[in-house]
Each structure stands twice: as C-alpha cells, then as structure tokens.
T-cell receptor
Framework: SQELEQSPQSLIVQEGKNLTINCTSS?????LYWYKQKYGEGLIFLMM?????EEKSHEKITAKLDEKKQQSSLHITASQPSHAGIYLC????????????FGTGTQLKVEL | KAGVTQTPRYLIKTRGQQVTLSCSPI?????VSWYQQTPGQGLQFLFE???????NKGNFPGRFSGRQFSNSRSEMNVSTLELGDSALYLC????????????FGPGTRLTVL
C-alpha cells in the first residue's frame, strides 16, 4: 500500500548484529501494529503502538512510534536465527474497529 | 486459551465455483476480521464483523461476503471464483473495539484452477 511504506524490502544480517525496520505512513496513524510471518503461514503478533507516540519492548525487540513523523521503527538487538521471517507493519487509519492497512513487508534472513 | 482456528487449511476449486471458509476466534473475542494475502497485492483487508454486524469493509467486489454467528464464529464466502482469487485468506480476532491486539489464524490457502 502506498499509504504505508516499509523499508527495507529485505535484509540479511549476521547472527548477533542489530537491525532496524522502518514503517512510514502518509496518513495520520491511530495505531500501528507489528507482526512477524513465516512464509505462507499466519501472522504472529509482536507489538501494538497507539497514537500519541509510544515505545515498547519485548525480549530483544523494541518498537517505537514517532507521531510527528508518522513513522514507526522495529529494532532487533543481537539477532538470532529465530528472528528470521517476514516483518509486517499494519496501520489503523480509521480509529475504530479493526481495519488494518499493511505495508509490503520486510524479509529478514539471519546468517550464522 | 486456544488460538484462532481456520478451516479448511487448504482448498482447491475451479473457476466459477463458490467457496466458504470458516474462522473460529479466540474464546471471548467478538471481533473477526478477514484479509486476503497475495504475492502481488500483499495483505488486504476484506471486512470485519463485530457482534454479528459488519463494522468495516474493504474494497473488494460483492462476490466476497461474510457473516458472523452468535458464538462469534465467522464465515466468508466467495462466489463465482476467478483465478485471481487464489490467495492465503487470513482471519484475525480481537476482544472488543479498537486498539486491541489482533491475533491471526494460520490461514486457508485457496487455489483456483
């Protein structure tokens, strides 16, 4: 979706390295969701950030929402092979209900 | 708690047929959303049901329809299948209104021949 741009499209990192994935919106964000997907499978919920700007962490993953820039970033510290997959950001542009607009995804590979 | 379940997991149909997919949300969740995922268009929102009422709708033709039952289970139907309907169909459930975590099921892989 052009309303939500995700970068980079793909990323290859060595195990133990840090990485950042960005998600930029052209519209006002009421909420921003991060998911991880293994190819052809369902989405695994990672984090949800609400309008107003937030930062959340879970294990080695930190997500931030910058309200001024309408941008979110997902940062993984000390990457592991288990982090490999497709990362998707999903935006709530309506502020009501659960209609999410998704980015095109970032494919992450972690090399040993 | 059991997660979101979708049946069937795989389905093969021919053009012109219709298909019904089922989604059982997490116990206690009242909102069910449906998404279509294809390599070309990515993940796109189809519709959302909350307490048996359609609350949000995406930009899909009328061939795509859905419903929700009193136990929150939901079905989506696609009539007059086209080759382009081949996709992974995902449903997600959440507990109530907006700003709640949405949990996705494993998806139904539909192939239209």
């Amino acid at each position: 979706s052009q309303e939500l741009e995700q970068s980079p499209q793909s990323l290859i990192v060595q195990e133990g390295k840090n990485l950042t994935i960005n998600c930029t919106s052209s519209k006002t964000l009421y909420g921003l969701y991060w998911y991880k997907q293994k190819y052809g499978e369902g989405l695994i919920f990672l984090m949800m950030l609400q309008k107003g700007g937030e930062e959340k962490s879970h294990e080695k993953i930190t997500a931030k929402l910058d309200e001024k820039k309408q941008q979110s970033s997902l940062h993984i510290t000390a990457s592991q092979p288990s982090h490999a997959g497709i990362y998707l950001c999903g935006a709530d542009f309506t502020g009501g209900g659960n209609k999410l607009t998704f980015g095109t995804g970032t494919q992450l590979k972690v090399e040993l | 708690k059991a997660g979101v379940t979708q049946t069937p997991r795989y389905l093969i149909k021919t053009r012109g047929q219709q298909v019904t997919l089922s989604c059982s949300p997490i116990s206690g969740h009242r909102s069910v959303s449906w998404y279509q995922q294809t390599p070309g268009q990515g993940l796109q929102f189809l519709f959302e049901y909350f307490s048996e009422t359609q609350r949000n709708k995406g930009n899909f033709p009328g061939r795509f329809s859905g419903r929700q039952f009193s136990n929150s289970r939901s079905e989506m139907n696609v009539s007059t299948l086209e080759l382009g309907d081949s996709a992974l169909y995902l449903c997600a459930s959440s507990s109530s209104g907006a700003y709640n975590e949405q949990f996705f099921g494993p998806g139904t892989r539909l192939t239209v021949l």
